[in-house]
């Protein structure tokens, strides 16, 4: 099974801001070698958490959503609980460093 692909399609802003519980939205590109290598890792950090919704955007020039968050580096995960961040990971080395991420959110999950 190939990794599912950053998605085109983003929502705007204000309906980030207006979703309801925990969220990771994790920005990157589907041509980008370190978001492809950083997949493990994350895909078996999420996996400890099935209900969490997570959204895959793709970034880069004239994409609107990462640039409201700053991101500047890919892979970046950004961890929201009721539309607010909560804490970030750019680039992550490893599965622990996005659990510890996660871990704002674990009481909802």
Request: hydrophobic share 45%; with cysteine.
């Amino acid at each position: 099974m190939s990794p599912t692909r950053y998605s085109e399609e983003q929502p705007s802003r204000a309906e980030v801001d207006a979703l309801t519980g925990p969220t990771v939205i994790e920005f990157g590109a589907n041509w980008c070698g370190i978001c492809a290598a950083a997949q493990p890792a994350i895909t078996q950090a999420l996996a400890a958490h099935p209900a969490l919704r997570h959204l895959k955007v793709e970034d880069g020039r004239g994409r609107p959503l990462g640039r409201s968050f700053g991101v500047k580096l890919w892979p970046t995960l950004v961890m929201l609980r009721d539309g607010r961040e909560v804490a970030r990971v750019v680039r992550p080395a490893g599965v622990a460093e996005i659990a510890e991420a996660l871990a704002p959110l674990s009481g909802e999950l």
